[in-house]
C-alpha cells in the first residue's frame, strides 16, 4: 500500500513514521515541526543546527497545551505542514523518487508532482507524529561534502533507541533534507521503489492520483 513501510513492533514503527518526516519522519525532519522560519544565530547555519532548529519547533508544536485540544488538530497541522515546507527541499526528494521517471517529464509535470508529493509527505508526516509521546533525540555527528552533508542521530525512548540520518543540501545558502535514513530505510528509497511498482502496473497519471487521494483537502484544513 502506498505510503506503508516494513513493519516491526508498534513503538519502533510509531517512531520510524514519526521521524520520516520529516522530520521529517521530520523529522521531522522528521524533523519535525515547523510556521516559523528558522535563521542562525550569527552566521551560516550547519547541518546540525538546521536539523536541531526544526526538530526543536516541531516538539514545541506538539508539546503545546493550548494545541493540545483535539479542536486544535486541523491548526496544529497545519501548523506542522509549515514548519515542514521550510526545511525540506521536496523538489529534490521527488527528482530522487521517481529517478529514471523524471526525466521524460514535462516542467508542467514536474510542477504537478512536486507539489502532490508534497502534500502526500506534509499529511503522512502530520498524522503519525502526533503519537509523539517525549522521545528524545541525541545528536551524533555530522558530514559535509561540498553542497552535501549528513546528520546523524538518534531518537531515544524507554524502551528503543532508533537511528535517523538526515541527508542535506544546500539550496540558496541554506540546508534543506531531501532524504531521512530511519533504522537503515531510506525514504527516498522506500518510494521510489513503490512508485516505480505503480508506473509499472498502471501508469504515472494514476501515481499522481493516488498520492492526491491520500492527501488531506484544503477545505478540510482550513476547519477550526
Do not use: C
Not at 506503508?4 to 513492533?9: T, V
Not at 479542536?71 to 523518487?97: C, G, H, Q, T, V
Amino acid at each position: 500500500m502506498l505510503g506503508e513501510w516494513p513493519q516491526a513492533e508498534v513503538i519502533r514503527e510509531r517512531l520510524r513514521a514519526a521521524m520520516r518526516g520529516f522530520a521529517l519522519h521530520a523529522a521531522v525532519q522528521l524533523v519535525l515541526v515547523w510556521p516559523v522560519v528558522l535563521v542562525a544565530a550569527a552566521g551560516p547555519e550547519s547541518p546540525t543546527e538546521a536539523v536541531r532548529g526544526t526538530i526543536t519547533q516541531v516538539i514545541r508544536i506538539l508539546e503545546d497545551p493550548a494545541l493540545k485540544d483535539p479542536a486544535k488538530l486541523m491548526p496544529r497541522r497545519r501548523m506542522l505542514a509549515e514548519a515542514i515546507a521550510n526545511r525540506f527541499d521536496y523538489a529534490e526528494m521527488s527528482r530522487r523518487s521517481l529517478a529514471a521517471d523524471w526525466k521524460p517529464l514535462t516542467t508542467a509535470e514536474r510542477t504537478e508532482f512536486v507539489e502532490a508529493f508534497k502534500g502526500f509527505l506534509i499529511d503522512r508526516y502530520a498524522e503519525r507524529i502526533e503519537g509523539y509521546s517525549g522521545e528524545q533525540v541525541e545528536y551524533l555527528s555530522e558530514r559535509i561534502e561540498g553542497t552535501y552533508a549528513e546528520v546523524r542521530t538518534e531518537l531515544v525512548s524507554d524502551k528503543t533507541t532508533i537511528p535517523v540520518d538526515y541527508r542535506l543540501l544546500m539550496n540558496e545558502g541554506r540546508w534543506h533534507a531531501y532524504d531521512l535514513v530511519v533504522d537503515g530505510i531510506s525514504l527516498v528509497k522506500n518510494y521510489r521503489s513503490q512508485f516505480q511498482k505503480i508506473i509499472r502496473e498502471t501508469s504515472y497519471q494514476e501515481l499522481v492520483k493516488k498520492l492526491r487521494e491520500r492527501t488531506i483537502p484544503e477545505e478540510k484544513k482550513a476547519k477550526p
